[in-house]
């Protein structure tokens, strides 16, 4: 075993607890063993990060991997994704995902291996830096890792295994393109989907999973506000769409706080409100824009109805004519809800205490962030179920500091977003590959 090899093992089994320790974990061991070439990828992948459709490198990399392993790889389904398939005898079949893009961000880790790339993005046309600031590059490194695993133990599981390198993770389309354009048709269609996110919230090396709804849908709604404008010295002559786009904002708050369950989290946040172009002019119209997360499609589909009439009231109650009424919209491509299937989530959560300890397992409460991943789970829910875990990334020293001294973080999305990325590639690759041979168990038939 190389000095960094056994430099990632030992950090890892000083985490767990006495009992743990003394088991022998042959899959840790290997993993630890391969963690030289799995940084070498990883630091390739960081500092060569792609936006969203435009992963061409990212998976001509995993796509050569999977090939090497013995997987049959189909490249460009959904423009950029690819689905690597492993037939291994009859069973149930299992589906993988690791998602590939970064972020229009300039990186300011310091790394040595930091991005210095720069493209367009495909949905603003706006050039800028580019960055791994989700973690995305420790996801397909894993997802490498998990692939190579299985396929060397296929003697010790039987079934199918489906694993996707997914794009447009960052802007929620991805996972909708890949079905689109048939990967339930093409490919065999999974009974369980399984994917994992690094955290920045806990720390490396340490799973957490929420039984139920782990993720929230996101909505973006536009509200377009008219007026009449008109000079400011003469507001009388005016319908002002400042005075009235303010009291709308100011009435959406009730939304949450009146008009929800207080047990069903949801979130109205009003990001942008723009109008006006100078001091003295009553412009004639305002804008907003809306996030709103929930958790069920009732509930998010109250909240759109519930903007929409507080819109329309308080402009009719400052006398805007009919015609003139805000202009309302979403796109109902949204992002929706991920839902970890209870039973599953609760099995997995207790195969991962049973293997790396009780104190490295949380059971995390619901975010109101968004992922695409419950795409798979969603387009046929009565025959999949789906969980997707979390592997911190938060260097442990750092972690530690910051809850003696309360020091903030960086954050996914942060430009100094840098994990703990040994921890979370061999701790993610580890459970990944664990819990796909669990699901995929010999039977005495097969």
Request: with cysteine; aromatic share 4%.
């Given at each position: 075993m190389t000095k960094l090899a056994f430099s990632f093992a030992a950090s890892l089994i000083a985490l767990l607890p006495a009992a743990t320790q003394a088991q022998d974990n042959p899959l840790r061991d290997r993993i630890a063993s391969d963690m030289p070439g799995l940084m070498e990828i990883y630091r390739d992948l960081h500092a060569n990060p792609e936006l969203a459709?435009?992963?061409?490198?990212?998976?001509?990399?995993?796509?050569?991997?999977?090939?090497?392993?013995?997987?049959?790889?189909?490249?460009?389904?959904?423009?950029?994704?690819?689905?690597?398939?492993?037939?291994?005898?009859?069973?149930?079949?299992?589906?993988?995902?690791?998602?590939?893009?970064a972020l229009p961000l300039e990186e300011k880790t310091g790394l040595p291996f930091a991005s210095t790339k720069r493209a367009v993005s495909v949905t603003s046309g706006v050039?800028?830096?580019?960055?791994?600031?989700?973690?995305?590059?420790?996801?397909?490194?894993?997802?490498?890792?998990?692939?190579?695993?299985?396929?060397?133990?296929?003697?010790?599981?039987?079934?199918?295994?489906?694993?996707?390198?997914?794009?447009?993770?960052?802007?929620?389309?991805?996972?909708?393109?890949?079905?689109?354009?048939?990967?339930?048709?093409?490919?065999?269609?999974?009974?369980?989907?399984?994917?994992?996110?690094?955290?920045?919230?806990?720390?490396?090396?340490?799973?957490?999973?929420?039984?139920?709804?782990?993720?929230?849908?996101?909505?973006?709604?536009?509200?377009?506000?008219?007026?009449?404008?008109?000079?400011?010295?003469?507001?009388?002559?005016?319908?002002?769409?400042?005075?009235?786009?303010?009291?709308?904002?100011?009435?959406?708050?009730?939304?949450?706080?009146?008009?929800?369950?207080?047990?069903?989290?949801?979130?109205?946040?009003v990001g942008s409100f723009r109008a006006g172009s100078t001091y003295n002019i009553i412009p004639d119209e305002a804008r907003l824009q809306i996030t709103v997360r929930s958790y069920s499609d009732e509930t998010r589909q109250r909240i759109l109805d519930a903007i929409g009439r507080i819109a329309k009231g308080e402009a009719i109650a400052s006398g805007i004519a009919e015609d003139q009424l805000p202009e309302v919209t979403w796109d109902e491509a949204y992002t929706r809800s991920t839902y970890n299937s209870p039973e599953l989530a609760e099995s997995v959560l207790a195969s991962f205490r049973t293997r790396f300890g009780e104190d490295r397992v949380k059971v995390l409460e619901p975010a109101m962030v968004g992922e695409d991943f419950g795409e798979f789970y969603l387009t046929d829910p009565k025959t999949t179920q789906s969980m997707l875990f979390r592997v911190g990334g938060v260097p442990a020293d750092k972690f530690a500091a910051a809850q003696r001294n309360g020091t903030t973080l960086p954050s996914l999305h942060s430009p100094f977003w840098a994990p703990d990325a040994k921890a979370v590639i061999g701790t993610a690759a580890e459970a990944m590959t664990a819990t796909a041979m669990r699901l995929l168990v010999k039977t005495p038939q097969s």
């Open positions: 459709f435009q992963e061409t490198r990212s998976a001509a990399i995993m796509a050569k991997a999977a090939r090497a392993a013995g997987y049959e790889v189909t490249e460009k389904v959904g423009k950029t994704g690819i689905v690597a398939v492993m037939r291994n005898g009859p069973g149930p079949t299992v589906l993988i995902r690791s998602d590939m893009d050039e800028s830096g580019v960055m791994h600031a989700c973690g995305h590059d420790t996801h397909m490194t894993a997802w490498i890792e998990t692939a190579r695993l299985l396929a060397a133990r296929r003697g010790e599981w039987s079934g199918t295994l489906v694993m996707i390198g997914q794009p447009a993770e960052e802007i929620g389309a991805g996972a909708r393109a890949m079905i689109a354009d048939g990967l339930y048709e093409r490919f065999p269609k999974p009974d369980y989907t399984i994917a994992f996110h690094d955290s920045a919230d806990l720390p490396a090396g340490v799973l957490g999973g929420t039984p139920g709804y782990t993720m929230a849908n996101v909505d973006s709604v536009d509200v377009v506000v008219h007026g009449q404008g008109g000079h400011g010295a003469a507001p009388q002559t005016t319908k002002d769409p400042i005075v009235l786009a303010s009291a709308i904002v100011n009435k959406l708050q009730t939304i949450v706080s009146r008009e929800q369950d207080p047990t069903d989290p949801a979130v109205v946040t």
